[in-house]
């Protein structure tokens, strides 16, 4: 990663590849969700090394690269793939990315990710909108000194996780048939799973699902004036809540399942925002 490349330089970067697309919706992709990136249409793929600022995300199931193109009707630029704290990045290296799609026009950060559940009736499989999140992650990729060209030194989260557009995220899965849950994503450092006690602290706090990412992304989206909605795809449930094997390799298959009901929920939420 290059620590002094600026949010404007990955942006122009985008531009000189996106012809004459301007997108309008941005896309992050998690965990073994990377499928749907093969969706968009008229696509454009950039890898991360040719992006000034872009950390590659050194885990399975990320490819690192940026996908632009058109979903659902609308003009998108799709992150297949993340970086993760645990991964010794640091909070500061998710900005450059979720800036640049600022800056490239986006309007709008759909943020999907993959989770273990902690509640026993939402398994795995089952695809859960956020409506909030708690940080548990022991920074935030604000600390530092504050670019008030992209937002205040103080930024409020009370709608972080946009209640319009989640909504919206509702009542499309409604009527495609998917069974969306809807809960509070806790945002967990890694790289261990939580021990059984963590995840009975974890649903003391309020917590519904609980994944190592996706948090960070909307505080740099929201500092930035970005509208943020979010998906969850329930791998497992939490430790000490079942029987079930729980590791990265079990996520990946899990999330695979799920990612049919995700591209369709997805194409269809973006294809009613035309309306």
Same mark, same amino acid.
């Given at each position: 990663? %290059?620590?002094?490349?600026?949010?404007?330089?990955?942006?122009? @970067?985008?531009?000189?590849? *996106?012809?004459?697309?301007?997108?309008?919706?941005?896309? &992050?992709?998690? =965990?073994?969700?990377?499928?749907?990136?093969? $969706?968009?249409?008229?696509? &454009?793929?950039?890898?991360?090394?040719?992006?000034?600022?872009?950390?590659?995300?050194?885990?399975?199931?990320?490819?690192?690269?940026?996908? #632009?193109?058109? !979903?659902?009707?609308?003009?998108?630029? +799709?992150? $297949?793939?993340?970086?993760?704290?645990?991964?010794? *990045?640091?909070?500061?290296?998710?900005? /450059?990315?979720?800036? *640049?799609?600022?800056? *490239?026009? +986006?309007?709008?950060?759909? !943020?999907?990710?993959?989770?273990?559940?902690?509640?026993?009736? &939402?398994?795995?499989?089952?695809?859960?909108?956020?409506?909030?999140?708690?940080?548990?992650?022991?920074?935030?990729?604000?600390?530092?000194?504050?670019?008030?060209?992209?937002?205040?030194?103080?930024?409020?989260?009370?709608?972080?996780?946009?209640?319009?557009?989640?909504?919206?995220?509702?009542?499309?899965?409604?009527?495609?048939?998917?069974?969306?849950?809807?809960? /509070?994503?806790?945002?967990?450092?890694?790289?261990?799973?939580?021990?059984?006690?963590?995840?009975?602290?974890?649903?003391?706090?309020?917590? %519904?699902?609980?994944?190592?990412?996706?948090?960070?992304? +909307?505080?740099?989206?929201?500092?930035?004036? !970005?509208?943020?909605?979010? +998906?969850?795809?329930?791998?497992? #449930?939490? /430790?000490?809540?079942? %029987?079930?094997?729980?590791?990265?390799?079990?996520?990946? $298959? =899990?999330?695979?399942?799920? @990612?049919?009901?995700?591209?369709?929920? /997805?194409?269809?939420?973006?294809?009613?925002?035309?309306?």
């Amino acid at each position: 990663m %290059d620590g002094i490349a600026t949010p404007g330089e990955a942006a122009k @970067a985008i531009a000189e590849r *996106a012809g004459s697309l301007r997108p309008r919706i941005g896309i &992050v992709l998690g =965990s073994g969700l990377g499928g749907l990136a093969e $969706r968009i249409e008229d696509a &454009v793929t950039i890898s991360y090394a040719d992006l000034p600022g872009f950390p590659r995300p050194g885990v399975h199931g990320h490819a690192g690269q940026l996908v #632009l193109g058109t !979903l659902g009707g609308q003009p998108v630029a +799709c992150m $297949r793939g993340r970086v993760h704290l645990y991964e010794g *990045a640091g909070p500061a290296a998710i900005k /450059v990315p979720i800036r *640049a799609l600022k800056l *490239a026009g +986006c309007d709008t950060l759909l !943020l999907t990710c993959a989770a273990g559940s902690l509640r026993t009736e &939402v398994g795995p499989g089952r695809l859960m909108a956020i409506t909030d999140h708690i940080n548990m992650q022991g920074g935030n990729p604000l600390v530092g000194p504050n670019d008030d060209a992209f937002g205040p030194r103080f930024p409020g989260l009370k709608d972080a996780w946009d209640p319009t557009l989640t909504a919206h995220l509702a009542s499309t899965a409604a009527e495609l048939g998917i069974d969306l849950a809807q809960g /509070v994503y806790a945002a967990w450092l890694g790289p261990c799973f939580e021990t059984p006690a963590e995840v009975r602290m974890l649903k003391v706090l309020g917590a %519904d699902a609980v994944g190592m990412s996706t948090v960070p992304e +909307c505080i740099v989206a929201r500092h930035c004036g !970005l509208t943020v909605v979010g +998906c969850a795809v329930i791998t497992n #449930l939490g /430790v000490g809540l079942g %029987d079930g094997e729980v590791s990265h390799d079990q996520t990946l $298959r =899990s999330a695979t399942a799920a @990612a049919a009901d995700l591209e369709r929920l /997805v194409i269809g939420f973006l294809e009613g925002m035309k309306r």
